[in-house]
């Protein structure tokens, strides 16, 4: 004769034994405080009755020894954070002109310079090459670096994050223009360096990169940055003849102690190889004599290094007058007003003078 459960007794059936499971180690509890005279005691409740009616024989107390640990937690760097922001000199003259970084700006207006600009250090060979001279080891090491890693990644994001066309969107504002010219030069014991940068001239016979520092040291030197044709017409507006006629009456009285010197810096691989294939067409218009006074640079201009000299916007020509060690003592950019060119002219002589005492 064979019984057939039905489902509902099934589940009442299972809802009584795990109900008298849990009651009667309940009772077991509170029979085992008051044997111990603790009336007081409240049994504990459990959260997952076990419905299992095997006995579980008391264990065996063991003598155990407390053991004090201390755990000092080093918070790891949290990789999600914003990258934070450049910092900008309180001192800087340029605080408030519009950047390729940061915080968009809507409304600008450039005024004069009013503190020197550029590095606190000396320019030196080897300096902003833009080469890794890192030896194996040391390269290995910030592999497995995870600091390293995470500078890098920080970098990354930084770079990443930047407006493409922020230097274009800042040409509305005064077509670029960021400051204005000093009125007169920078004292020498207080002007501060321009940097060292690397690069390939238009000599023919010497194709090798080389240094600045060496052609602007000991000599009046007239420096133009500029990248794209938009720059350097901006920049010409200060050093051409057509343009600034009695600078270059300047510079042919002063061969010997003064110089123009262009830097055309263009990071971008393509744009370098176009400048490369058309470089004929510069030599030309450059002239032989100065071949050796134009450089192609490509890279080591740094944010830290366009920061200090006031170089925010590649978009925009930049001229500097600089002394016979490079310090800079006078500068210009964007489009130029004619008391900024005449400014240009009265620095040159002062400096030459100044040159020949």
């Given amino acids: 004769m064979s019984f057939v459960i ?7 059936t299972c809802q009584y034994r795990t109900f008298s499971t849990s009651y009667r180690q309940l009772a077991e509890q509170a029979a085992k405080a008051k044997a111990n005279g603790n009336y007081n005691a409240t049994p504990t409740t ?4 076990v419905t299992s009616t095997r ?13 004090t640990t201390t755990t000092t937690t080093t918070p790891l760097p ?7 922001s450049k910092a900008i000199p309180p001192t800087s003259p340029l605080k408030n002109a ?5 915080q968009r700006v809507t409304e600008f207006t ?18 902003n090459t833009g080469i890794d001279l890192r030896t194996f080891k040391q390269r290995r090491d910030d592999l497995m670096s995870r600091e390293k890693h995470i500078k890098r990644r920080e970098e990354m994001k930084e770079r990443f994050s930047r407006p493409y066309f922020r230097d274009i969107t800042n040409l509305a504002l005064h077509k670029g223009k960021t400051f204005i010219s000093p009125p007169r030069l920078f004292k020498g014991d207080f002007s501060l360096y321009f940097p060292n940068l690397y690069g390939r001239t238009l000599l023919k016979t010497d194709t090798e990169p080389r240094d600045t520092t060496p052609t602007l040291r000991g000599k009046i030197s007239i420096v133009a940055i500029f990248s794209g044709m938009w720059a ?9 003849r057509e343009s600034n006629p009695d600078l270059w009456r300047a510079l042919e009285r002063s061969k010997d102690e003064a110089q123009l010197v262009r830097i055309n810096y263009e990071p971008e691989a393509l744009k370098a190889f176009m400048i490369r294939l058309f470089m004929g067409g510069i030599r030309r218009r450059v002239g032989e004599p100065d071949w050796h006074r134009y450089f192609i640079v490509r890279k080591g201009i740094t944010d830290d290094i366009r920061e200090s000299i006031g170089l925010l916007n ?10 016979d060690e490079c310090r800079i003592r006078w500068a210009g950019c964007g489009p130029s007003e004619e008391h900024e060119r005449e400014g240009l002219v009265r620095g040159l002589q002062k400096l030459v003078r100044q040159y020949e005492k």
Avoid: M
């Fill in 6 to 12: 039905k489902p509902r007794l099934l589940y009442s």
């Fill in 98 to 102: 519009p950047r390729s970084w940061g």
């Fill in 46 to 49: 459990a959260t997952n009755p």
């Fill in 314 to 323: 590649a978009k925009v020509g930049y001229v500097y007058l600089l002394d």
């Fill in 232 to 240: 350097e017409n901006q920049a010409n507006s200060f050093i051409s």
């Fill in 55 to 67: 006995t579980i024989p008391p264990s065996t107390p063991t003598k155990t020894t407390a053991t």
């Fill in 110 to 127: 450039p005024v004069p310079l009013t503190r020197p600009i550029g590095l606190t250090y000396q320019p030196k060979e080897g300096q």
């Fill in 78 to 84: 949290n990789s999600n954070s914003t990258p934070a």
